[in-house]
């Protein structure tokens, strides 16, 4: 085992880390109301309508 390759890619890890921590406190810091239109990976997320494979069925089959 590479000692040295070990350790690189741990302090790798620990960037990615610190990272998504800084984004998680940005998000957690801006929890207000927000005026205007939601980015497009929140609208991705918020589906409207049926879920897909639903159908109208007709009265006599949703009955039996």
């Not at 040295?4 to 302090?11: G, H, Q, S, V, W």
């Not at 610190?18 to 207000?32: C, D, K, N, V, W």
């Amino acid at each position: 085992m590479d000692v040295l390759k070990m350790l690189a890619d741990l302090r790798q890890e620990r960037e990615q880390i610190e990272e998504a921590i800084m984004t998680l406190e940005r998000l957690a810091r801006g929890q207000g109301k927000r005026r205007g239109r939601p980015p497009a990976w929140m609208t991705a997320l918020k589906r409207r309508g049926r879920p897909p494979g639903s159908k109208n069925r007709p009265k006599e089959a949703a009955a039996a």
